[in-house]
């Protein structure tokens, strides 16, 4: 773990997040920016879409993309894209040409497929502006699963499936992730106390989990902890 910032809460780390998007989206240009399913990205979300944030941040200037999508339609409870949809598309002035969405209720190769060449024609250099990631409690990130995953892989994306549900999605490869010009992990709550415990103290078990295996190569890497996530932290 390189940069480690504790908050008092989730709430408090979003905000954090919500003020870093109004920064970017001031540059006026392109910037590419990744988003995480989960929890902690809904509220996220749900703050971006009040005030002062849907009002101050430039929209135009962001192009949102998607680490991972489960392979439903996206008014799919599971979906991805649909709870960023609900949670915030929904409220805000963006062009729809700045929505990215992996097309979950396609056909899986054929999509992959697609993807791919989205990503190679809109990140000339395949680096994203940033990309923000969550951590499961098996030490997963995107659909990058603990003894699943190939960090060889030269593919820009993946078909990947949940160990325990089976569930097919599209993630982005380890590959990809780290070509990243920063990367956040937001994680909260006290189930992901043990993990970042043992990452933070590099124990021989950390090589099981993907998260640990993820940083940008020549970018900066942080991670956006709650009390509760990191209260067994040294």
């Known amino acids: 773990m390189q940069h480690i910032e504790i ?6 780390a979003v905000e954090k997040i919500a003020s870093d998007f109004l920064t970017y989206s001031l540059e006026n240009r ?6 995480s399913g989960g929890s902690t990205p809904k509220l996220l979300f749900q703050t971006l879409a009040q005030m002062p944030w849907k009002e101050k941040i430039q929209w135009q200037n962001l192009h949102f993309w998607w680490g991972d999508e489960r392979m439903v339609a996206p008014l799919h409870p599971e979906s991805n894209f649909g709870e960023v ?4 598309f929904d409220h805000i002035a963006i062009p729809l040409e700045n929505i990215h969405r992996i097309q979950g209720e396609a056909e899986p190769k054929q999509e992959l497929a697609r993807f791919e060449q989205a990503l190679r024609t809109e990140i000339s250099d395949l680096a994203f502006d940033w990309i923000i990631l969550g951590m499961g409690d098996d030490g997963h990130t995107a659909s990058l699963f603990p003894g699943k995953t190939d960090y060889q892989d030269k593919h820009l994306a993946c078909l990947a499936k949940h ?12 590959f990809l992730l780290r070509k990243a010009k920063r990367i956040t992990f937001l994680v909260t709550g006290e189930k992901k106390a043990d993990i970042l415990a043992e990452i933070q103290q590099n124990q021989p078990a950390v090589q099981h989990y993907p998260v640990a295996h993820i940083q940008a190569e020549n970018g900066h890497t942080e991670w956006y902890l709650d009390k509760a996530a990191a209260k067994k932290l040294k």
């Open 7 to 12: 908050f008092p809460t989730a709430q408090c």
């Open 30 to 35: 392109p910037v590419h920016i990744s988003l």
């Open 85 to 88: 949809q609900k949670l915030l």
């Open 163 to 174: 160990p325990q549900t089976g569930q097919l999605r599209i993630s982005k490869t380890a």
